[in-house]
């Protein structure tokens, strides 16, 4: 729970306060049923406020004049190959396949496939090589979409879907899930256009925890989602002298510790360069904003907020 924070925050917001935990009154209510390790489905009051989140993000997308895409949950493993991806973070990836596309495999697989401890151990021969992942974020896709292509203005896109990331153990609760729901805004534009981008939004988004009495605060990460904290990309990307990413943190009023609720991410020509994004006028750069809302519908709940808002941030 701890942020892998570089340096100091660069806002805080709201103030400490202390209640219990939700889970439990969560459970008892159908807002939240465990489904299996890390996969948890989401109902009624709970969902409400996810909704809502979700409805005021979209909203902030609307006032930057995003464009709307809708993606497939199941992703090219080529795709993360080509940023990288299986050197950086290979242990979170949880992978999608199918049988062989031959009859007799299939028949085969009816007579032997066997389950033990709920996971096929017999039968697993008969898989096809995964060629596909489920995402781990949404924002990939886009990339891949505008792949060699020439852009002639900035351009801002949202998406929403449910990633998925193994967490072996690490899974609890609602906090942190296999399979989660990401609201993502995605930026394509030169230097200033992407970082004045970001900015907004952190502002944005610092306004929204405040108007809700959530307590935390946006911080720098060294956890970059598209490349490891070492690698030399960074110097090939134009980051150099630039914060990759922040991270918004809300302090748990149940327990010590804090969850990250939104990151906030430039990734410099990293991408456009992997797919060979240009700009009618330089070099495009790119960064993605994503809002994660079940953590931010726990986070809402656990400071005792109901599905209706105080106030709206529109126009804001």
């Known amino acids: 729970t701890n942020p892998a924070a570089v340096a100091g925050p660069l806002v805080t917001f709201g103030r400490p306060v202390t209640?219990?935990?939700?889970?439990a009154v969560l459970r008892e209510t159908d807002q939240v049923t465990e489904l299996s390790q890390g996969l948890y489905g989401v109902g009624k009051g709970l969902w409400e406020r996810l909704t809502l989140v979700d409805r005021e993000v979209v909203a902030l997308a609307g006032r930057l004049g995003a464009l709307h895409y809708q993606y497939p949950i199941v992703l090219p493993v080529s795709v993360l190959d080509r940023v990288g991806y299986f050197e950086s973070f290979p242990q979170i990836l949880m992978f999608a396949t199918h049988l062989v596309a031959d009859i007799e495999v299939a028949d085969g697989f009816k007579r032997e496939a066997e389950l033990s401890d709920g996971c096929?151990?017999?039968?697993?021969d008969c898989l096809s090589p995964a060629g596909f992942v489920l995402q781990p974020a949404v924002c990939f896709h886009a990339y891949r979409q505008f792949e060699g292509r020439t852009l002639d203005?900035?351009?801002?896109?949202?998406?929403?879907?449910?990633?998925?990331?193994?967490?072996?153990?690490?899974?609890?609760?609602?906090?942190?899930?296999?399979?989660?729901?990401?609201?993502?805004?995605?930026?394509?534009?030169?230097?200033?256009?992407?970082?004045?981008?970001?900015?907004k939004c952190v502002d944005w988004a610092v306004r929204l925890a405040d108007r809700y009495g959530l307590h935390g605060w946006v911080a720098c990460s060294s956890d970059p989602f598209f490349m490891r904290s070492d690698?030399?990309?960074k110097a090939g990307s134009g980051l150099e002298g630039v914060d990759a990413k922040w991270e918004m943190r809300v302090k748990l009023p149940y327990r010590e510790g804090s969850i990250a609720v939104a990151s906030f991410n430039v990734h410099g020509t990293f991408f456009a360069q992997r797919f060979n994004i240009t700009g009618r006028n330089g070099p495009i750069w790119t960064g993605c904003v994503g809002f994660g809302l079940e953590r931010l519908a726990l986070a809402m709940t656990s400071y005792g907020h109901s599905a209706a808002a105080r106030g709206d941030t529109h126009g804001e």
């Open 153 to 199: 203005s900035p351009m801002v896109i949202t998406c929403a879907g449910q990633c998925f990331r193994y967490e072996a153990g690490n899974a609890c609760g609602l906090e942190r899930l296999w399979c989660f729901t990401l609201r993502e805004l995605v930026f394509f534009g030169d230097r200033e256009f992407v970082l004045s981008a970001r900015r």
């Open 120 to 124: 096929l151990r017999r039968g697993a």
């Open 19 to 23: 209640a219990a935990d939700p889970m």
């Open 231 to 233: 690698d030399g990309a």
